[in-house]
Protein backbone atom coordinates (compact mmCIF):
# COMPACT_ATOMS: atom_id res chain seq x y z
CA UNK A 1 0.00 0.00 0.00
CA UNK A 2 1.29 3.51 -0.95
CA UNK A 3 1.01 6.23 1.77
CA UNK A 4 1.76 9.68 0.81
CA UNK A 5 2.30 12.83 3.06
CA UNK A 6 4.01 15.65 1.60
CA UNK A 7 5.79 18.25 4.17
CA UNK A 8 6.28 21.63 2.63
CA UNK A 9 10.18 22.81 2.35
CA UNK A 10 8.88 26.11 1.91
CA UNK A 11 5.42 27.75 1.81
CA UNK A 12 3.85 27.33 -1.72
CA UNK A 13 2.81 30.21 -3.56
CA UNK A 14 -0.17 31.46 -4.00
CA UNK A 15 -0.34 34.83 -4.68
CA UNK A 16 0.61 36.11 -8.32
CA UNK A 17 3.24 38.15 -9.14
CA UNK A 18 1.37 40.47 -11.37
CA UNK A 19 -1.27 41.36 -8.40
CA UNK A 20 1.76 42.52 -6.16
CA UNK A 21 3.26 44.44 -9.09
CA UNK A 22 -0.28 46.13 -9.28
CA UNK A 23 -0.56 46.86 -5.74
CA UNK A 24 3.02 48.59 -5.71
CA UNK A 25 2.05 50.54 -8.47
CA UNK A 26 -1.20 51.72 -7.30
CA UNK A 27 -1.89 55.14 -7.22
CA UNK A 28 -5.04 55.84 -4.93
CA UNK A 29 -5.71 54.54 -2.04
CA UNK A 30 -8.89 52.66 -3.52
CA UNK A 31 -7.06 51.08 -5.51
CA UNK A 32 -4.33 50.05 -2.96
CA UNK A 33 -7.39 48.83 -0.94
CA UNK A 34 -8.86 46.74 -3.75
CA UNK A 35 -5.41 44.56 -4.05
CA UNK A 36 -4.96 44.82 -0.36
CA UNK A 37 -8.51 43.00 0.21
CA UNK A 38 -8.15 40.74 -2.54
CA UNK A 39 -4.40 39.56 -1.52
CA UNK A 40 -5.78 38.84 1.64
CA UNK A 41 -9.30 37.00 0.48
CA UNK A 42 -6.32 34.43 -1.13
CA UNK A 43 -4.21 33.65 1.80
CA UNK A 44 -7.78 33.27 3.56
CA UNK A 45 -8.78 30.89 0.85
CA UNK A 46 -5.21 28.75 1.67
CA UNK A 47 -5.42 28.84 5.18
CA UNK A 48 -1.56 31.02 5.45
CA UNK A 49 -2.29 33.37 8.68
CA UNK A 50 1.15 35.59 8.58
CA UNK A 51 0.36 36.41 5.50
CA UNK A 52 -2.97 36.68 6.14
CA UNK A 53 -2.11 39.25 9.43
CA UNK A 54 0.38 41.44 7.62
CA UNK A 55 -2.09 42.27 4.78
CA UNK A 56 -4.90 42.57 6.67
CA UNK A 57 -2.91 45.03 9.28
CA UNK A 58 -1.96 46.86 6.18
CA UNK A 59 -5.41 46.93 4.88
CA UNK A 60 -6.19 48.94 8.05
CA UNK A 61 -3.07 51.54 8.36
CA UNK A 62 -5.01 52.43 4.86
CA UNK A 63 -8.08 53.61 6.38
CA UNK A 64 -5.67 55.68 9.16
CA UNK A 65 -4.94 58.21 5.73
CA UNK A 66 -8.28 59.15 3.98
CA UNK A 67 -8.15 60.27 0.46
CA UNK A 68 -10.94 61.81 -1.21
CA UNK A 69 -11.50 58.89 -3.43
CA UNK A 70 -11.96 57.09 -0.26
CA UNK A 71 -15.86 56.72 0.44
CA UNK A 72 -16.34 53.29 2.86
CA UNK A 73 -13.66 53.70 4.97
CA UNK A 74 -15.92 51.87 7.52
CA UNK A 75 -16.57 48.59 5.18
CA UNK A 76 -12.89 48.36 4.63
CA UNK A 77 -11.73 48.57 7.99
CA UNK A 78 -14.60 45.72 9.54
CA UNK A 79 -12.81 43.57 6.90
CA UNK A 80 -9.56 44.10 7.68
CA UNK A 81 -10.32 43.61 11.34
CA UNK A 82 -12.65 40.24 10.77
CA UNK A 83 -8.65 39.44 8.14
CA UNK A 84 -7.07 39.88 11.63
CA UNK A 85 -9.29 38.04 14.08
CA UNK A 86 -9.02 35.32 11.48
CA UNK A 87 -5.32 35.15 11.10
CA UNK A 88 -4.80 35.35 14.89
CA UNK A 89 -7.42 32.34 14.97
CA UNK A 90 -5.50 30.03 12.47
CA UNK A 91 -2.32 30.76 14.85
CA UNK A 92 -4.10 29.76 18.00
CA UNK A 93 -3.72 33.30 19.26
CA UNK A 94 -7.57 32.78 20.50
CA UNK A 95 -7.39 35.97 23.14
CA UNK A 96 -6.50 38.38 20.44
CA UNK A 97 -8.68 36.65 17.67
CA UNK A 98 -11.65 37.31 20.17
CA UNK A 99 -10.74 41.16 20.65
CA UNK A 100 -10.54 41.74 17.30
CA UNK A 101 -14.02 40.03 16.05
CA UNK A 102 -15.95 41.80 19.17
CA UNK A 103 -14.21 45.45 18.51
CA UNK A 104 -15.53 44.70 15.14
CA UNK A 105 -19.12 43.70 16.46
CA UNK A 106 -18.54 47.11 18.05
CA UNK A 107 -18.30 49.16 15.38
CA UNK A 108 -20.51 47.46 13.00
CA UNK A 109 -24.53 47.67 12.94
CA UNK A 110 -27.20 44.87 12.13
CA UNK A 111 -27.34 46.53 8.44
CA UNK A 112 -23.50 45.48 7.34
CA UNK A 113 -23.43 42.39 6.30
CA UNK A 114 -19.86 41.60 7.94
CA UNK A 115 -21.49 41.44 11.36
CA UNK A 116 -23.17 38.07 11.08
CA UNK A 117 -19.81 36.75 10.03
CA UNK A 118 -17.94 38.21 12.96
CA UNK A 119 -20.40 36.96 15.51
CA UNK A 120 -19.84 33.60 13.78
CA UNK A 121 -16.03 33.48 13.87
CA UNK A 122 -16.46 34.84 17.76
CA UNK A 123 -18.53 31.52 18.78
CA UNK A 124 -16.36 29.22 16.51
CA UNK A 125 -13.25 30.44 18.42
CA UNK A 126 -14.92 29.91 22.12
CA UNK A 127 -15.35 26.89 20.89
CA UNK A 128 -11.43 26.31 20.33
CA UNK A 129 -11.00 27.34 24.08
CA UNK A 130 -13.73 24.79 25.25
CA UNK A 131 -15.95 28.20 26.25
CA UNK A 132 -19.40 26.29 24.82
CA UNK A 133 -21.97 28.32 27.27
CA UNK A 134 -20.24 31.43 25.78
CA UNK A 135 -20.57 29.78 21.83
CA UNK A 136 -23.99 28.87 22.60
CA UNK A 137 -25.68 32.26 23.54
CA UNK A 138 -23.99 33.44 19.80
CA UNK A 139 -25.02 30.65 17.91
CA UNK A 140 -28.64 30.55 18.94
CA UNK A 141 -28.67 34.27 17.90
CA UNK A 142 -27.84 33.32 14.17
CA UNK A 143 -30.55 31.71 12.43
CA UNK A 144 -30.67 28.24 10.29
CA UNK A 145 -31.58 29.57 6.93
CA UNK A 146 -30.17 29.65 3.72
CA UNK A 147 -30.40 33.36 2.44
CA UNK A 148 -27.04 32.99 1.75
CA UNK A 149 -25.50 29.58 0.78
CA UNK A 150 -21.64 30.42 1.70
CA UNK A 151 -22.94 31.64 5.59
CA UNK A 152 -25.53 29.08 5.11
CA UNK A 153 -22.64 26.11 5.32
CA UNK A 154 -20.23 27.90 7.44
CA UNK A 155 -23.10 28.14 10.15
CA UNK A 156 -23.50 24.76 9.62
CA UNK A 157 -19.91 23.73 10.57
CA UNK A 158 -20.13 25.92 13.37
CA UNK A 159 -22.89 24.52 15.17
CA UNK A 160 -22.21 21.05 14.21
CA UNK A 161 -19.22 21.05 15.82
CA UNK A 162 -20.63 22.68 18.65
CA UNK A 163 -22.79 19.56 18.79
CA UNK A 164 -19.32 17.30 18.71
CA UNK A 165 -18.02 18.90 21.58
CA UNK A 166 -21.16 18.46 23.48
CA UNK A 167 -21.24 14.71 22.83
CA UNK A 168 -24.45 14.76 20.39
CA UNK A 169 -22.68 13.22 17.54
CA UNK A 170 -26.22 11.93 15.88
CA UNK A 171 -27.75 15.09 15.53
CA UNK A 172 -24.22 16.88 14.50
CA UNK A 173 -23.80 13.66 11.83
CA UNK A 174 -27.59 14.72 10.64
CA UNK A 175 -26.83 18.35 10.11
CA UNK A 176 -23.39 18.08 8.37
CA UNK A 177 -25.23 15.29 6.05
CA UNK A 178 -28.18 17.74 5.08
CA UNK A 179 -25.22 20.98 4.58
CA UNK A 180 -23.78 18.24 2.33
CA UNK A 181 -26.43 17.18 0.15
CA UNK A 182 -27.48 20.48 -0.85
CA UNK A 183 -26.56 20.98 -4.74
CA UNK A 184 -24.76 24.34 -3.93
CA UNK A 185 -22.45 22.91 -1.26
CA UNK A 186 -20.27 21.83 -4.44
CA UNK A 187 -19.83 25.31 -5.50
CA UNK A 188 -18.16 26.18 -2.32
CA UNK A 189 -15.64 23.62 -2.28
CA UNK A 190 -13.50 24.66 1.20
CA UNK A 191 -16.67 24.74 3.25
CA UNK A 192 -17.73 21.70 2.14
CA UNK A 193 -13.97 19.46 2.93
CA UNK A 194 -14.49 22.02 6.38
CA UNK A 195 -17.77 19.74 6.90
CA UNK A 196 -16.02 16.49 5.98
CA UNK A 197 -13.41 17.56 8.45
CA UNK A 198 -16.30 17.72 11.12
CA UNK A 199 -17.17 14.22 10.35
CA UNK A 200 -13.65 13.29 10.72
CA UNK A 201 -13.99 14.31 13.58
CA UNK A 202 -17.03 12.01 14.43
CA UNK A 203 -15.52 9.09 13.39
CA UNK A 204 -12.36 10.11 15.26
CA UNK A 205 -14.32 10.49 18.96
CA UNK A 206 -15.97 7.30 17.95
CA UNK A 207 -12.37 5.70 17.32
CA UNK A 208 -13.57 4.26 13.57
CA UNK A 209 -10.33 4.65 12.51
CA UNK A 210 -10.16 2.20 9.10
CA UNK A 211 -12.90 4.63 8.20
CA UNK A 212 -11.23 7.72 8.98
CA UNK A 213 -7.78 6.99 7.50
CA UNK A 214 -10.09 6.54 4.20
CA UNK A 215 -12.04 9.58 4.26
CA UNK A 216 -8.76 11.49 5.72
CA UNK A 217 -6.91 10.42 2.52
CA UNK A 218 -9.71 11.74 0.19
CA UNK A 219 -9.64 15.08 2.32
CA UNK A 220 -6.41 15.68 2.00
CA UNK A 221 -5.77 14.75 -1.47
CA UNK A 222 -8.38 17.27 -2.81
CA UNK A 223 -7.48 19.83 -0.17
CA UNK A 224 -3.82 19.83 -1.70
CA UNK A 225 -5.41 20.00 -5.05
CA UNK A 226 -7.18 22.89 -4.04
CA UNK A 227 -4.43 24.73 -2.57
CA UNK A 228 -6.09 24.04 0.76
CA UNK A 229 -3.26 23.79 2.73
CA UNK A 230 -4.76 24.15 6.62
CA UNK A 231 -7.33 21.38 6.01
CA UNK A 232 -4.53 19.29 4.51
CA UNK A 233 -2.60 19.39 7.60
CA UNK A 234 -5.48 18.85 9.42
CA UNK A 235 -6.45 15.75 7.38
CA UNK A 236 -3.00 14.59 7.64
CA UNK A 237 -3.30 14.96 11.39
CA UNK A 238 -6.02 12.77 11.33
CA UNK A 239 -4.75 10.10 8.95
CA UNK A 240 -1.28 9.66 11.57
CA UNK A 241 -3.16 9.60 14.73
CA UNK A 242 -5.55 6.62 13.11
CA UNK A 243 -2.73 4.80 11.97
CA UNK A 244 -0.78 5.10 15.39
CA UNK A 245 -4.51 3.87 17.50
CA UNK A 246 -3.62 0.88 14.64
CA UNK A 247 -0.78 0.18 16.14
CA UNK A 248 0.77 0.97 12.32
CA UNK A 249 3.70 3.02 13.83
CA UNK A 250 5.86 4.02 11.20
CA UNK A 251 3.12 5.20 8.85
CA UNK A 252 1.88 6.94 11.75
CA UNK A 253 5.15 8.56 13.02
CA UNK A 254 5.63 9.45 8.96
CA UNK A 255 2.50 11.40 8.60
CA UNK A 256 2.55 13.19 12.19
CA UNK A 257 6.36 14.20 11.51
CA UNK A 258 4.86 16.09 7.83
CA UNK A 259 2.11 17.57 9.48
CA UNK A 260 4.42 18.94 12.36
CA UNK A 261 6.99 20.46 9.66
CA UNK A 262 4.06 22.03 7.83
CA UNK A 263 2.48 23.58 11.16
CA UNK A 264 6.01 25.37 11.94
CA UNK A 265 6.20 26.20 8.06
CA UNK A 266 2.99 27.88 8.20
CA UNK A 267 2.85 28.94 11.60
CA UNK A 268 -0.16 27.24 13.10
CA UNK A 269 0.53 27.07 16.93
CA UNK A 270 -2.67 25.19 17.95
CA UNK A 271 -2.17 22.82 15.12
CA UNK A 272 1.16 22.27 16.25
CA UNK A 273 -0.14 21.26 19.93
CA UNK A 274 -2.61 18.70 18.26
CA UNK A 275 0.24 17.21 16.62
CA UNK A 276 2.50 16.94 19.28
CA UNK A 277 0.19 15.74 21.63
CA UNK A 278 -0.94 13.00 18.72
CA UNK A 279 3.02 12.14 18.76
CA UNK A 280 2.74 11.59 22.71
CA UNK A 281 0.91 8.86 22.10
CA UNK A 282 2.44 7.37 19.37
CA UNK A 283 5.48 7.28 21.69
CA UNK A 284 3.56 5.45 24.62
CA UNK A 285 2.13 3.23 22.60
CA UNK A 286 5.90 2.28 20.97
CA UNK A 287 7.14 2.43 25.18
CA UNK A 288 9.95 5.07 23.72
CA UNK A 289 8.99 6.94 27.14
CA UNK A 290 11.80 9.30 26.31
CA UNK A 291 10.80 10.56 23.53
CA UNK A 292 7.42 10.78 24.92
CA UNK A 293 8.43 13.28 28.00
CA UNK A 294 10.67 15.19 25.77
CA UNK A 295 7.27 16.38 23.77
CA UNK A 296 5.03 17.05 26.65
CA UNK A 297 8.59 19.75 27.42
CA UNK A 298 7.68 20.90 23.91
CA UNK A 299 3.88 21.16 24.35
CA UNK A 300 4.51 23.21 27.41
CA UNK A 301 7.23 25.50 25.08
CA UNK A 302 4.26 25.85 22.13
CA UNK A 303 1.65 26.92 25.09
CA UNK A 304 4.22 30.09 26.59
CA UNK A 305 4.65 30.68 22.70
CA UNK A 306 1.17 31.58 21.95
CA UNK A 307 0.53 33.56 25.57
CA UNK A 308 4.11 35.52 24.60
CA UNK A 309 3.01 36.13 21.12
CA UNK A 310 -0.51 37.77 22.79
CA UNK A 311 1.22 39.53 24.63
CA UNK A 312 4.06 41.12 21.95
CA UNK A 313 1.15 41.92 19.56
CA UNK A 314 -1.10 43.62 22.64
CA UNK A 315 1.79 46.29 22.99
CA UNK A 316 2.06 46.75 19.03
CA UNK A 317 -1.80 47.48 19.51
CA UNK A 318 -1.15 50.08 22.44
CA UNK A 319 1.81 51.33 20.65
CA UNK A 320 -0.47 52.34 17.48
CA UNK A 321 -2.87 53.63 19.94
CA UNK A 322 -0.25 55.92 21.43
CA UNK A 323 0.47 57.38 17.87
CA UNK A 324 -3.39 57.53 16.74
CA UNK A 325 -3.73 59.57 19.79
CA UNK A 326 -0.71 61.84 19.22
CA UNK A 327 -1.91 62.53 16.21
CA UNK A 328 -5.75 63.32 17.03
CA UNK A 329 -3.84 65.93 20.09
CA UNK A 330 -2.71 67.70 17.33
CA UNK A 331 -5.35 68.15 15.36
CA UNK A 332 -7.32 69.11 18.87
CA UNK A 333 -4.94 71.94 19.28
CA UNK A 334 -5.47 73.04 15.90
CA UNK A 335 -9.26 73.12 16.24
CA UNK A 336 -8.64 74.86 19.70
CA UNK A 337 -7.19 77.65 18.21
CA UNK A 338 -9.49 78.11 15.93
CA UNK A 339 -12.24 77.76 18.61
CA UNK A 340 -10.03 80.78 20.10
CA UNK A 341 -10.27 82.82 16.95
CA UNK A 342 -13.82 82.49 16.59
CA UNK A 343 -14.40 82.89 20.32
CA UNK A 344 -12.87 86.63 20.21
CA UNK A 345 -14.71 87.52 17.31
CA UNK A 346 -17.87 86.31 19.08
CA UNK A 347 -17.23 87.96 22.08
CA UNK A 348 -16.76 91.45 20.30
CA UNK A 349 -20.40 90.81 18.95
CA UNK A 350 -21.79 90.00 22.55
CA UNK A 351 -21.25 92.59 24.85
CA UNK A 352 -24.69 93.32 25.46
CA UNK A 353 -24.79 89.79 26.79
CA UNK A 354 -21.99 90.00 29.45
CA UNK A 355 -23.69 90.27 32.33
CA UNK A 356 -25.93 86.53 31.57
CA UNK A 357 -22.41 85.09 30.48
CA UNK A 358 -21.14 86.75 34.05
CA UNK A 359 -24.49 84.82 35.82
CA UNK A 360 -23.08 81.72 33.39
CA UNK A 361 -19.63 81.61 34.70
CA UNK A 362 -20.38 81.20 38.45
CA UNK A 363 -22.99 78.65 38.24
CA UNK A 364 -20.96 76.34 35.89
CA UNK A 365 -18.13 76.12 38.39
CA UNK A 366 -20.80 75.87 40.87
CA UNK A 367 -22.28 72.67 38.96
CA UNK A 368 -18.89 71.14 38.29
CA UNK A 369 -17.93 71.48 41.74
CA UNK A 370 -21.18 69.61 42.89
CA UNK A 371 -20.40 66.89 40.49
CA UNK A 372 -16.67 66.39 41.25
CA UNK A 373 -17.77 66.09 44.92
CA UNK A 374 -20.47 63.44 43.89
CA UNK A 375 -17.45 61.37 41.80
CA UNK A 376 -15.53 61.27 44.16
CA UNK A 377 -18.06 60.28 47.38
CA UNK A 378 -18.51 57.43 44.66
CA UNK A 379 -14.96 56.89 44.02
CA UNK A 380 -14.59 56.60 47.85
CA UNK A 381 -17.32 54.11 48.12
CA UNK A 382 -16.08 51.98 45.80
CA UNK A 383 -12.28 52.27 47.15
CA UNK A 384 -13.79 50.87 50.65
CA UNK A 385 -15.19 48.08 48.80
CA UNK A 386 -12.30 47.23 47.16
CA UNK A 387 -10.32 47.74 50.16
CA UNK A 388 -12.63 45.33 52.19
CA UNK A 389 -12.68 42.20 49.45
CA UNK A 390 -8.85 42.61 49.39
CA UNK A 391 -8.90 42.19 53.13
CA UNK A 392 -10.95 39.26 53.06
CA UNK A 393 -9.18 37.73 50.33
CA UNK A 394 -5.83 38.20 52.05
CA UNK A 395 -7.41 36.84 55.54
CA UNK A 396 -8.67 33.48 54.01
CA UNK A 397 -5.37 33.18 52.01
CA UNK A 398 -3.46 33.47 55.56
CA UNK A 399 -5.87 30.87 56.73
CA UNK A 400 -5.00 28.63 53.61
CA UNK A 401 -1.02 28.85 54.26
CA UNK A 402 -1.59 27.89 57.96
CA UNK A 403 -3.66 24.65 57.39
CA UNK A 404 -1.47 24.14 54.75
CA UNK A 405 1.62 24.42 57.24
CA UNK A 406 -0.56 22.53 60.00
CA UNK A 407 -0.74 19.79 57.40
CA UNK A 408 2.48 19.55 56.36
CA UNK A 409 3.64 19.41 59.90
CA UNK A 410 1.37 17.38 61.19
CA UNK A 411 2.55 14.73 58.71
CA UNK A 412 5.67 15.20 59.20
CA UNK A 413 5.90 14.80 63.27
CA UNK A 414 3.63 11.45 62.53
CA UNK A 415 6.14 9.45 60.02
CA UNK A 416 9.24 11.04 62.67
CA UNK A 417 6.86 9.67 65.59
CA UNK A 418 5.69 6.15 63.89
CA UNK A 419 9.78 5.90 63.00
CA UNK A 420 11.12 6.58 66.66
CA UNK A 421 8.20 4.03 68.47
CA UNK A 422 9.38 1.33 65.78
CA UNK A 423 12.83 1.91 66.36
CA UNK A 424 12.44 1.92 70.40
CA UNK A 425 10.02 -1.00 70.04
CA UNK A 426 12.53 -3.22 67.69
CA UNK A 427 15.78 -1.98 69.36
CA UNK A 428 15.13 -1.83 72.95
CA UNK A 429 11.86 -3.63 74.05
CA UNK A 430 12.91 -6.22 71.45
CA UNK A 431 16.55 -6.63 72.88
CA UNK A 432 15.24 -6.90 76.49
CA UNK A 433 13.11 -9.44 75.25
CA UNK A 434 15.72 -11.62 73.53
CA UNK A 435 17.79 -10.89 76.44
CA UNK A 436 15.58 -12.47 78.95
CA UNK A 437 14.90 -15.46 76.76
CA UNK A 438 18.64 -16.46 76.41
CA UNK A 439 19.22 -16.12 79.86
CA UNK A 440 16.52 -18.25 81.18
CA UNK A 441 17.94 -20.61 78.45
CA UNK A 442 20.81 -20.54 80.16
CA UNK A 443 19.08 -21.55 83.87
CA UNK A 444 17.74 -24.71 82.05
CA UNK A 445 14.31 -26.41 82.40
CA UNK A 446 14.22 -28.20 85.43
CA UNK A 447 10.91 -27.33 86.06
CA UNK A 448 7.94 -27.41 83.98
CA UNK A 449 7.10 -23.66 84.88
CA UNK A 450 10.12 -22.58 82.86
CA UNK A 451 8.76 -24.00 79.70
CA UNK A 452 5.11 -22.10 79.81
CA UNK A 453 7.61 -18.47 80.58
CA UNK A 454 9.54 -19.24 77.64
CA UNK A 455 6.43 -19.58 74.83
CA UNK A 456 5.00 -16.67 76.67
CA UNK A 457 8.25 -14.55 76.06
CA UNK A 458 8.63 -15.92 72.59
CA UNK A 459 4.56 -14.83 71.99
CA UNK A 460 5.43 -11.38 73.81
CA UNK A 461 9.01 -10.93 71.75
CA UNK A 462 7.25 -12.02 68.25
CA UNK A 463 3.54 -9.30 69.16
CA UNK A 464 6.72 -6.57 69.32
CA UNK A 465 8.51 -7.12 66.20
CA UNK A 466 4.86 -7.27 64.13
CA UNK A 467 3.88 -3.88 65.71
CA UNK A 468 7.53 -2.49 64.94
CA UNK A 469 7.18 -3.42 61.44
CA UNK A 470 3.48 -2.49 60.76
CA UNK A 471 4.92 1.29 61.47
CA UNK A 472 6.62 1.07 57.97
CA UNK A 473 4.28 -0.12 55.67
CA UNK A 474 5.10 -3.69 55.09
CA UNK A 475 3.48 -4.01 51.64
CA UNK A 476 6.96 -1.86 50.13
CA UNK A 477 9.32 -3.93 52.40
CA UNK A 478 7.70 -7.18 50.22
CA UNK A 479 7.47 -6.36 47.02
CA UNK A 480 8.32 -3.95 44.09
CA UNK A 481 7.10 -0.35 44.08
CA UNK A 482 5.69 -0.40 39.75
CA UNK A 483 3.64 -3.92 40.93
CA UNK A 484 2.63 -2.62 44.03
CA UNK A 485 0.92 0.39 41.69
CA UNK A 486 0.15 -1.84 38.71
CA UNK A 487 -2.22 -4.43 41.59
CA UNK A 488 -3.58 -0.87 42.60
CA UNK A 489 -4.67 0.45 39.25
CA UNK A 490 -6.27 -3.42 38.18
CA UNK A 491 -7.89 -3.43 41.38
CA UNK A 492 -9.46 0.15 40.36
CA UNK A 493 -9.92 -0.67 36.47
CA UNK A 494 -12.32 -3.27 37.75
CA UNK A 495 -14.83 -1.38 38.59
CA UNK A 496 -14.63 1.13 36.01
CA UNK A 497 -14.84 1.77 32.47
CA UNK A 498 -12.12 4.52 32.63
CA UNK A 499 -8.56 3.01 30.28
CA UNK A 500 -5.79 3.06 32.75
CA UNK A 501 -2.47 3.03 32.43
CA UNK A 502 0.73 3.30 34.54
CA UNK A 503 3.90 3.59 32.57
CA UNK A 504 7.98 3.54 34.25
CA UNK A 505 11.10 3.96 33.15
CA UNK A 506 13.43 2.68 33.71
CA UNK A 507 11.84 0.26 35.99
CA UNK A 508 14.71 -0.89 38.02
CA UNK A 509 15.70 2.76 39.28
CA UNK A 510 12.22 3.57 39.63
CA UNK A 511 11.61 0.42 42.59
CA UNK A 512 15.16 1.17 44.23
CA UNK A 513 13.61 4.65 45.48
CA UNK A 514 13.65 5.49 49.12
CA UNK A 515 10.68 3.62 50.73
CA UNK A 516 9.47 7.00 52.21
CA UNK A 517 9.14 8.59 48.79
CA UNK A 518 7.82 5.12 47.01
CA UNK A 519 5.26 5.62 49.89
CA UNK A 520 4.79 9.73 49.23
CA UNK A 521 4.61 8.54 45.59
CA UNK A 522 1.95 5.83 45.99
CA UNK A 523 0.02 8.32 47.68
CA UNK A 524 0.25 11.44 45.47
CA UNK A 525 -0.88 8.43 42.29
CA UNK A 526 -3.69 7.14 44.16
CA UNK A 527 -4.90 11.00 44.79
CA UNK A 528 -4.66 11.82 41.38
CA UNK A 529 -6.90 8.46 39.99
CA UNK A 530 -9.37 9.37 42.67
CA UNK A 531 -9.77 12.94 41.81
CA UNK A 532 -10.14 11.70 38.04
CA UNK A 533 -12.58 9.39 38.79
CA UNK A 534 -14.41 11.81 40.66
CA UNK A 535 -14.65 14.77 38.97
CA UNK A 536 -12.75 14.50 35.77
CA UNK A 537 -15.67 12.30 33.27
CA UNK A 538 -12.59 10.86 31.28
CA UNK A 539 -12.30 7.97 29.10
CA UNK A 540 -8.54 7.59 29.54
CA UNK A 541 -5.82 8.07 32.12
CA UNK A 542 -1.91 7.73 31.97
CA UNK A 543 0.48 8.24 34.32
CA UNK A 544 4.19 8.46 33.39
CA UNK A 545 6.78 7.51 36.42
CA UNK A 546 10.64 8.22 34.79
CA UNK A 547 13.50 8.63 36.54
CA UNK A 548 16.69 8.04 33.58
CA UNK A 549 19.68 7.88 35.56
CA UNK A 550 21.15 11.21 33.26
CA UNK A 551 18.42 12.90 35.08
CA UNK A 552 18.68 14.86 38.00
CA UNK A 553 15.24 14.51 39.00
CA UNK A 554 12.37 12.39 39.18
CA UNK A 555 9.24 13.16 36.97
CA UNK A 556 5.99 11.85 37.55
CA UNK A 557 3.53 12.92 34.13
CA UNK A 558 -0.37 12.63 34.99
CA UNK A 559 -3.01 13.30 31.70
CA UNK A 560 -6.36 12.49 31.08
CA UNK A 561 -8.82 13.50 28.11
CA UNK A 562 -11.63 14.45 30.96
CA UNK A 563 -13.54 17.87 30.79
CA UNK A 564 -10.88 20.24 32.91
CA UNK A 565 -11.69 22.73 34.89
CA UNK A 566 -10.30 26.50 35.30
CA UNK A 567 -7.79 27.02 37.65
CA UNK A 568 -9.11 30.73 38.21
CA UNK A 569 -12.62 30.11 38.91
CA UNK A 570 -12.40 26.45 40.99
CA UNK A 571 -10.64 26.31 44.58
CA UNK A 572 -8.40 23.37 45.28
CA UNK A 573 -9.70 20.72 47.38
CA UNK A 574 -8.21 19.00 49.90
CA UNK A 575 -6.84 16.46 47.37
CA UNK A 576 -4.67 19.03 45.13
CA UNK A 577 -3.32 20.73 49.08
CA UNK A 578 -2.25 16.83 50.26
CA UNK A 579 -0.59 16.21 46.33
CA UNK A 580 1.09 19.72 47.08
CA UNK A 581 2.03 19.01 50.47
CA UNK A 582 3.67 15.63 49.56
CA UNK A 583 5.24 17.27 46.67
CA UNK A 584 6.91 19.75 49.02
CA UNK A 585 7.67 17.93 51.32
CA UNK A 586 10.56 16.41 49.28
CA UNK A 587 11.45 20.00 47.54
CA UNK A 588 9.76 19.48 44.45
CA UNK A 589 7.54 21.32 42.07
CA UNK A 590 4.03 21.02 40.48
CA UNK A 591 2.36 22.32 37.08
CA UNK A 592 -1.05 21.99 35.85
CA UNK A 593 -1.81 22.60 32.88
CA UNK A 594 -6.03 22.27 32.18
CA UNK A 595 -9.00 24.83 30.68
CA UNK A 596 -12.76 23.21 30.71
CA UNK A 597 -13.44 20.97 28.34
CA UNK A 598 -9.40 20.46 27.24
CA UNK A 599 -8.58 17.38 29.80
CA UNK A 600 -5.74 17.88 32.22
CA UNK A 601 -1.93 17.18 32.83
CA UNK A 602 -0.50 17.33 35.91
CA UNK A 603 3.61 17.92 35.88
CA UNK A 604 5.57 17.01 39.26
CA UNK A 605 8.96 16.95 39.67
CA UNK A 606 11.05 15.61 42.39
CA UNK A 607 15.00 16.13 42.58
CA UNK A 608 17.34 13.17 43.46
CA UNK A 609 19.15 13.09 46.94
Request: net charge negative; proline share 1%.
Amino acid sequence: MQYDFTAFGKMPRVVDNSLSKKLNSAKTTELRCKYLDTIARIYLRSGNPDSLMHYGKLLKKETFYKDSDLNNVKDISLRATYYEGMAAQKMGLLDEAISSYIKGLEASTSDDGIQKYLKLQLAETYLSKGELEKAENILEELPQIKAQNDFYLKNNIVKSRFLILKGNYDLAKIMIDKALSEKFTEDYTKLKLELQLNLSEIQLRQRNYKVLISSSDLLKNEALNEGFYDLYIEASINAGYSYAMLKNYDVAEMALSSAYVNTIQWNRLELQQRVVNALVKLYNAKKDYQNAYSLMTQYQRIDREIADKQNQRLVKDLELKYETLKKEKEIDKLQEDQLLQEAEIDRQKTIKYAFLIGFLVILVPIILLLVVYYQKLQTQSLLNEQQEAINQQEVKTLLQSQELELARNAISIQSQERDRIARELHDSIGGNLAGIKLKMNSLGDNKPEFGQILSQLDDTYNQVREISHSLIPKAFEASAFTDLVNNYIVNISEDTSVDLRFETYPNAMINALDVKLQVALFNIIKELITNALKHANAEEIIIQLTSPAEEKSIELIYEDDGVGFDLDEVNKGIGLNNIETRVSDFSGTISINTARNRGTVISISIPKT
